[in-house]
């Protein structure tokens, strides 16, 4: 071991050149060094803890016993630098870049239109690109498990999945394939005449070819160095921590012995989450990973010992390997491993992940330690003492995260027994998200009979997620060993099961009826499967009915259909306007290139924030003590209200609230007014509270109380965390939307609309159902966080802001309010965000003015970035929404009545409930023509963070519960919904609740086409039929229609500008108010001024969003963005055109460049202002009338689901969407909208769920516990089809706004699931409607299902306990 105190130098290599540190900080992960020091920014920092993929790189190193170099995909945010001594990295600036050359993955992921706000597609790169540095020609399978581990919030995934496919082996030349429309597979007519083919999102035949010999080398120093030098003990020093990394089995015995609490790191997957997310500090680290005898794998007559130090993906080849190798009975077990280790984790945790660190570190969840334990497996353990062999048993795990094993003792290897004829293992688990969850709960199951017999000779089963442990149902064992394998014994384990495994209903991570319903349902899966196994072996002969046996849920992704038109042969082939065009900045987003907030690089003398938030939902403060957090290295100054030097009271919606509180009240930054329609109005006000003085008062859980601000970001974070806050509790907080109505506590106004005559109406129909359904909210999860730079100019006040926000005119406002300057002071500049839906309109703000403070005070470049778990905690959601509804039908299924009630949990304080609130309201009648209508909405004020604007802006939660109210009606009626649907449609002329006069013919064809593509009557028969043959899997349809407003009912917002300025040159610099979060908003602008300008689209640059180019900007938002600015830009392009036309007379055969310089020297101003005024929208809300849209997007959604009953686990079989939105600018980007839209819907309306505390503390703070949807929740078939022959007068080229619009069409899929359950439901004697709240996640649909087990699960009685987590 070195006992030298500068420590080792550290050498490694990344993108082919070598990297040496004197001073490597085991605290320092890669992916904190390739941004901040080597400034390769390409690699992505989307959530810290290994979750998301946006960091993925790919890791080489030389394995001298082998003479071979492997290559694997890893999480940067996870891989500590000093482990990466002899290793070579590769970043997606090392593969390719438009100064050099592309590489086909980069080229084929933008191409295919899988890169929109590109945050995420350097981490689907490297994954992609490693792959295929491992299999040059891999399968579907490989490439969808190869990018389960990256996340993306805006594609859908489905192109970024057809680029990628472009590599399989078994590709096709199949027209689907190339997002064709009319495909040959399905009867359609193909021909290679051009003008006869349906147009394509792209041409693979145009891509570059995969090129081998274009890789980086393995770097031959290193092949050397591995070769011939002998490995010696590596020791590095930090500020904080050591490092060590010991190469002899007997040095780390040694080390272990004199350090029982230092943790052995391998992959870092369990110690550096708890280091970075909790706060755990450990002086002294031991990496064992050069200590050999930690990876031998030893074979043995009665199975193999596996080194401890393996990591999962190298245990998995392994055990693939010896199946082949030997007879099936032997491999039981390993099969059953295998499958296991395929859903643990990503391939990059896999990669890294050991088979020792998963078992020592005894999460009470685990994957293996229940397959292992039931498989009668045992570890060999080394120390000071001597080696002994442990078994791992319901012994080896005494409590949460503990085992039986002594801190000195180091897992050496596993051994992994053969399994023998008549001997049975299986797997279980049910996880929130198919792929890359932890598990809910787990299991491992085996059973051995005797040759020829029936009778049970050993058995053993083992829980995850059923206890603190993994827990043995020795019990239940009992009961089933020595006796005969059949119902009668199984009908008497699961009795047994029930009480051993009981679960108090407080118990942590909630779902306890699920979890014990689980439980129950593996053992009787495994029963199945075990009794098939018999059959096979002739021990039995009666026949188990088809209909009871289970099939794995399809999982494969197949190719989609995406249908548009093609442009009229009559347009100029120049004219980009109606094609698919590639986002403008996908290849530079592909290769890293692409420059976000956090990529810029940092000025002289930087400092970074961080914010301190009230750990209270209601209290007072009583003492705030930062002198601890001064004290600490690099903290430059805490920021208090005090430092404000502007504003610090402004109003919102008639709400006094301040900056920075300095007295008993809640506060916000300052905003102005604005009056509306006779109401101070402030339309996007955030309410996030910044309270800093003693004796003020929070009333959140996040809420902002002060701000670190140090010279690094790990000094900023360690003075947030020394920050010391006392509280005195206040009485009574509210956090449900039931407490909030309870205590009548309501932000106002609260809205109704009424058509007809509700009350009277009620008395004359056939029937009526009253019935409710809660919605919970739902986290942004852009994936870029909210970012910001402030940079003081250093003189007179002025400062620059760079920041990732939908709204720069706010920004600029907010801070020129906050610091008391004008707005001519500060200047906004958006480059583009990785991703906003609504979320960066008015949080983002906020936070800028508190760092703007922060730069005024110091007069030094001041940067905050939200850490994830701080960005969901602080900045709010879409809003839960409880809806109450009454409804009036007559027997052929009209429906003459329905009355509404909304009620939003809106949060601690106003932001834009109220406009959401009345967006719910306007929606309620959907596609709807129902007579007497009425519908009441109110905000809820609690004690939770304040929610805010998101994708459809109340849209979503509307039409959910009218929705759901047609759902219900069907029930009970006993009639198919979309009957229900259809009967009570808009026909003809036609007329909304609000009096707006509208036609709904594209609504109506959009509804009948996506019928027809959907094959929906033949498809809806074989489901039924499917249903019959299956007990517990059904199957289940929906199809759901859209009418969505566009525009802003506040006619202010619905004005733009647009700057453009030609050069001599005759290039375009085009800058507009809007701003590019992915929705390719700057791509159809340059398109608008090709058009406009008759150029091509290559002489037209934007380069970003700026306040002071174009001023007093509305935010983009509201799917409005394109039909104003495009107008905008348009109304300049033909100024200069026009201006251009004496050049053009005068030279009509000259060039553009010829025309452009000639107006140069005739002095005409090639610069140009386009100015959109917008349609004069309003809402009356007192006479109930007003046009607050200025068109409709109509669409038409079919889903169809796979469910299984006793898990609640489910895939979508088929998506069909049909959207009329006009003549479509650029139908890639469109569709892509769609697509991300819908899938974003989908997890709203199935997956993401806000946990909780019963104190208010939200538990879901990352993508560890909140699951968006990944490619493993992609519909398998997904086809997008544009209505054709659609005309818009109202919006630039006819297009339609689409970027809201679709996302509720994700709740064809509840309503799929909700079908399926009622199948289940039915063969339990259920009928009629019931409850299925949203989102429907396995949980809930499991247990709505009501299968045998789950009735044997006796429910908690409301109220007599207290809940591991709130129902909001």
Request: glycine share 8%; aromatic share 8%.
């Amino acid at each position: 071991m070195s006992t030298s105190k500068q420590g080792d130098i550290l050498c490694f290599f990344i993108n082919g050149k070598k990297v040496t540190q004197k001073h490597a900080d085991p605290e320092t992960m890669l992916l904190s060094f390739l941004r901040e020091k080597m400034r390769l920014t390409g690699t992505k920092s989307g959530c810290g803890g290994g979750g998301c993929g946006a960091c993925t790189v790919m890791v080489s190193r030389y394995q001298p016993a082998t003479k071979t170099i492997i290559h694997f995909s890893a999480n940067a945010c996870l891989l500590p630098l000093c482990q990466l001594h002899g290793a070579a990295v590769t970043t997606v600036e090392g593969i390719g870049s438009t100064k050099t050359r592309i590489h086909p993955v980069q080229e084929r992921i933008a191409k295919a239109h899988g890169s929109q706000c590109g945050f995420c597609t350097p981490g689907m790169v490297m994954a992609m690109y490693t792959l295929l540095r491992n299999r040059p020609q891999p399968s579907m399978e490989d490439i969808q498990e190869a990018l389960a581990g990256n996340l993306c919030r805006c594609t859908g995934y489905r192109p970024i999945v057809d680029g990628c496919r472009t590599f399989c082996q078994e590709e096709t030349s199949c027209c689907k394939v190339n997002g064709n429309g009319n495909c040959c597979m399905n009867g359609g007519n193909r021909t290679d005449e051009p003008e006869h083919e349906p147009p394509q999102l792209f041409h693979k035949e145009e891509f570059l070819p995969l090129d081998p010999t274009q890789d980086l080398i393995f770097p031959p120093e290193l092949i050397l160095a591995s070769e011939k030098e002998t490995p010696q003990t590596l020791t590095f020093l930090g500020e904080r921590m050591s490092w060590v990394s010991p190469v002899s089995l007997e040095e780390l015995v040694q080390l272990k012995t004199r350090n029982p609490k230092a943790p052995l790191v391998m992959g870092n997957t369990n110690i550096g989450p708890d280091i970075k997310f909790k706060g755990v500090l450990h002086p002294l680290i031991i990496s064992p990973i050069r200590v050999k005898e930690l990876f031998e794998v030893t074979h043995t007559s009665n199975g193999v010992w596996v080194g401890a130090g393996c990591t999962l993906a190298e245990l998995r080849s392994l055990m693939e390997k010896l199946v082949t190798q030997f007879p099936e009975e032997k491999t039981e077990l390993f099969r059953a491993l295998i499958q296991q280790l395929g859903n643990l984790g990503s391939v990059q945790i896999r990669n890294v992940a050991s088979l020792g660190g998963q078992i020592i570190s005894a999460y009470p969840n685990s994957d293996l330690n229940p397959v292992l334990s039931a498989g009668k497996c045992k570890v060999s353990v080394v120390s000071n003492g001597g080696r002994r062999e442990v078994p791992l048993d319901q012994d080896f795990f005494v409590s949460f995260c503990k085992t039986v094993l002594k801190p000195e003792e180091i897992i050496v290897s596993v051994f992994i027994p053969f399994t023998r004829k008549g001997e049975f293992v299986r797997v279980f688990r049910q996880a929130p998200r198919k792929e890359t969850s932890f598990a809910t709960v787990t299991s491992g199951m085996r059973v051995f009979f005797c040759e020829g017999s029936r009778v049970v000779q050993d058995v053993s089963i083992y829980y995850g997620g059923m206890g603190a442990t993994t827990v043995s149902a020795a019990k239940t064992c009992a009961a089933i060993a020595s006796r005969s394998w059949d119902d009668e014994t199984l009908t008497r384990a699961y009795d047994v099961l029930l009480d051993e495994l009981d679960l108090p209903p407080s118990a942590p991570g909630g779902k306890v009826e699920f979890r014990r319903s689980l439980s129950l349902s593996f053992l009787f899966k495994f029963n199945l499967e075990v009794l098939q196994k018999l059959r096979e072996m002739e021990v039995i002969t009666d026949e188990l009915p088809s209909r009871m046996q289970i099939q794995p849920l399809p999982r494969e992704i197949g190719p989609s259909l995406q249908e548009f038109q093609h442009v009229s042969k009559d347009q100029s082939e120049q004219d980009p306007v109606g094609r698919p065009i590639m986002h403008r900045s996908a290849i530079s987003q592909a290769t890293g290139e692409a420059i976000y907030c956090d990529d810029m690089p940092p000025t002289d003398g930087e400092l970074f924030l961080s914010v301190v938030t009230s750990a209270r939902a209601h209290a007072k403060i009583t003492g705030l003590d930062v002198s601890e957090a001064l004290k600490l290295p690099g903290v430059v100054d805490v920021i208090t209200a005090k430092d404000i030097p502007g504003k610090r009271v402004r109003s919102s919606f008639g709400y006094d609230e301040e900056v920075l509180a300095q007295s008993e009240v809640s506060m916000s930054i300052a905003l102005f007014l604005m009056p509306i329609h006779g109401l101070k109005f402030w339309l996007s006000t955030d309410s996030l509270i910044f309270s800093l003085a003693v004796g003020l008062q929070v009333s959140c859980v996040g809420q902002m109380v002060c701000a670190v601000i140090a010279d690094t970001r790990e000094h900023a974070k360690r003075g947030a965390y020394a920050v010391k806050i006392s509280y005195k509790d206040l009485p009574d907080p509210v956090f449900t939307t039931e407490e909030a109505v309870e205590k009548s506590s309501f932000f106002e106004p609260q809205r109704t609309l009424e058509r007809g005559n509700v009350t009277e109406a009620f008395k004359t129909v056939d029937q009526t159902y009253e019935g409710e359904i809660k919605m919970g909210g739902q986290e942004h999860f852009y994936m870029e966080t909210q970012s910001m730079l402030v940079v003081p100019v250093g003189e007179e006040t002025e400062f620059n802001l760079y920041v990732s926000t939908q709204w720069p005119a706010l920004t600029q406002d907010v801070v020129a309010e906050t610091l008391g300057i004008p707005s001519n002071r500060v200047t906004c500049h958006v480059k583009r965000m990785g991703g906003a839906f609504g979320g960066k309109v008015t949080k983002t703000s906020i936070l800028a003015g508190i760092t703007s403070v922060a730069a005024w005070k110091t007069n030094r470049a001041v940067r905050c970035v939200l850490e994830r778990g701080d960005d969901m905690l602080i900045t709010g959601a879409r809003h839960p929404v409880l809806g109450k509804y009454k409804v009036g039908f007559m027997k052929d299924g009209r429906i003459m009545a329905a009355d509404f009630q909304y009620y939003t949990n809106a949060g601690n304080t106003v932001d834009e409930s109220l406009l959401v609130v009345d967006k719910v309201v306007l929606h309620m009648d959907n596609a709807y023509n129902i007579p007497n209508l009425r519908g009441c909405a109110a905000a809820c004020r609690t004690n939770l963070p304040s929610n805010t604007a998101f994708r459809g802006f109340g849209v979503p939660q509307s039409l959910l519960v009218v929705e759901n109210m047609i759902n219900d009606v069907a029930l009970a009626l006993g009639r198919p919904a979309d009957q229900i649907r259809e009967l009570n449609m808009y026909k003809g002329p036609s007329v909304t609740p609000y009096k707006f006069e509208f036609s709904p013919e594209n609504m109506l064809r959009c509804w009948e086409e996506c019928k027809m593509k959907a094959e929906f009557n033949a498809r809806r028969g074989a489901a039924d039929q499917f249903n019959l043959q299956n007990r517990w899997k059904k199957r289940g349809m929906s199809i759901i229609p859209i009418k969505y407003g566009i525009a802003f009912a506040e006619s202010f917002l619905n004005q733009a500008a647009a700057l453009v300025h030609i050069y001599k040159d005759g290039s375009v610099l085009v800058t507009h108010g809007g701003t590019e979060m992915g929705q390719g908003i700057h791509t159809k602008m340059q398109q608008v001024a090709s058009r406009e300008l008759h150029i091509p689209p290559s002489k037209i640059y934007i380069s970003e969003t700026s306040t002071n180019t174009v001023p007093n900007t509305c935010p983009s938002a509201a799917s409005f963005g394109t039909d104003a600015n495009g107008m905008a830009v348009k109304d300049a392009c033909q100024m200069l055109y026009q201006r251009l036309k004496p050049m053009r007379e005068k030279n009509p055969k000259g060039s553009w460049e010829k025309w452009v310089n000639a107006a140069f020297f005739e002095k005409i101003s090639l610069s140009a202002t386009g100015f959109y005024r917008g349609l004069d929208l309003y809402m009356d809300w007192e006479k109930m009338e007003g046009q607050p849209y200025a068109y409709f997007t109509y669409g038409a959604c079919c889903s169809e689901v796979e469910l299984d009953c006793l898990t609640g686990d489910y895939r979508t079989v088929r998506t069909d969407i049909m959207v009329d939105i006009g003549r479509s600018v650029n139908p890639s980007v469109d569709i892509g909208q769609i697509e991300g839209a819908f899938l974003q819907g989908l997890g709203l309306y199935t997956m993401e769920e806000l946990k909780f505390s019963p104190s208010g503390l939200l538990y879901t703070r990352g993508p560890s516990q909140y699951k968006i949807p990944a490619m493993c929740d992609v519909p398998l078939c997904f086809n997008v089809y544009l209505l054709s022959d659609s005309d818009n007068p109202h919006a630039i080229y006819s297009s339609k706004g689409i970027g809201e619009p679709t996302l509720f069409l994700g709740s064809s899929v509840f309503f799929a699931i909700k079908d399926a359950v009622a199948a289940a439901r039915s063969e339990s004697g259920l009928a009629g409607p019931f409850t299925l709240n949203s989102p429907a996640t396995p949980e809930r649909a499991c247990l709505a299902c009501a299968s045998p087990l789950t009735q044997k699960v006796p429910a908690s009685k409301p109220g007599s306990f207290k809940p591991w987590a709130l129902d909001i």
